[in-house]
T-cell receptor, first 111, second 114 residues
Framework: EDQVTQSPEALRLQEGESSSLNCSYT??????LFWYRQDPGKGPEFLFT???AGEEKEKERLKATLTKKESFLHITAPKPEDSATYLC????????????FGKGTHLIIQP | NAGVTQTPKFQVLKTGQSMTLQCAQD?????MYWYRQDPGMGLRLIYY???????DKGEVPNGYNVSRLNKREFSLRLESAAPSQTSVYFC?????????????FGPGTRLTVT
């Protein structure tokens, strides 16, 4: 059974304080590892897809990296507007199509 | 481009009532999905459709039916709503272009069953 686990569940940072969110996965035949941002009352907003170990992608203050067992979302010098829930999801080669999601990390950036 | 749209945004049902959640995408994507999101749980796949005319069960299909009406539209039906179906429902669509796979979500339907 495919599993995606995110840590921590919640993270509170000061503005400008860099940190990383973790996503560990166990899937049969990873086809892609996804990161989404979700604001309260909204649908998930696509950020990145990573396909192979060693791959990195960046968008503004966010950088996502991938290893064979984990993915990290690094947030550099965050601002209050980066506050959101960040979701990790795996697309596997086995079973049903669709993504297997973690429970998310609720990130709060305090000014 | 509106992306993925869902109607209604909010709905309250009584136990045993039926309703259909509507979803449409204007990105010409082949695949479409229905997920539910509950507090303390990740998004879970209910049903998906890899192409027009095909549908398949996901992780939590019991109590739901789907229809892929055409390439743009994918509806989710609750025949006899139960309180356990109180949730936020998200529709998504996906495509793979030049080796890049992306999946986009709609704004969600917040359903309460009393």
């Amino acid at each position: 059974e495919d599993q995606v686990t995110q840590s921590p569940e919640a993270l509170r940072l000061q503005e400008g304080e860099s940190s990383s969110l973790n996503c560990s996965y166990t899937v049969s035949g990873l086809r892609g590892l996804f990161w989404y941002r979700q604001d309260p009352g909204k649908g998930p907003e696509f950020l990145f897809t990573l396909y192979s170990a060693g791959e990195e992608k960046e968008k503004e203050r966010l950088k996502a990296t991938l290893t064979k067992k984990e993915s990290f979302l690094h947030i550099t010098a965050p601002k209050p507007e980066d506050s959101a829930t960040y979701l990790c999801a795996a697309h596997s080669g086995g079973g049903a199509d669709g993504l297997t999601f973690g429970k998310g990390t609720h990130l709060i950036i305090q000014p | 481009n509106a992306g993925v749209t869902q109607t209604p945004k909010f709905q309250v049902l009584k136990t045993g009532q039926s309703m259909t959640l509507q979803c449409a995408q204007d990105m010409n994507h082949n695949s479409m999905y229905w997920y539910r999101q509950d507090p303390g749980m990740g998004l879970r796949l209910i049903y998906y459709s890899a192409s027009e005319g095909t549908t398949d069960k996901g992780e939590v299909p019991n109590g739901y039916n789907v229809s892929r009406l055409n390439k743009r539209e994918f509806s989710l039906r609750l025949e006899s709503a139960a309180p356990s179906q109180t949730s936020v429902y998200f529709c998504a669509s996906s495509a793979q272009l030049a080796g890049v796979y992306e999946q986009y979500f709609g704004p969600g339907t917040r359903l309460t069953v009393t």
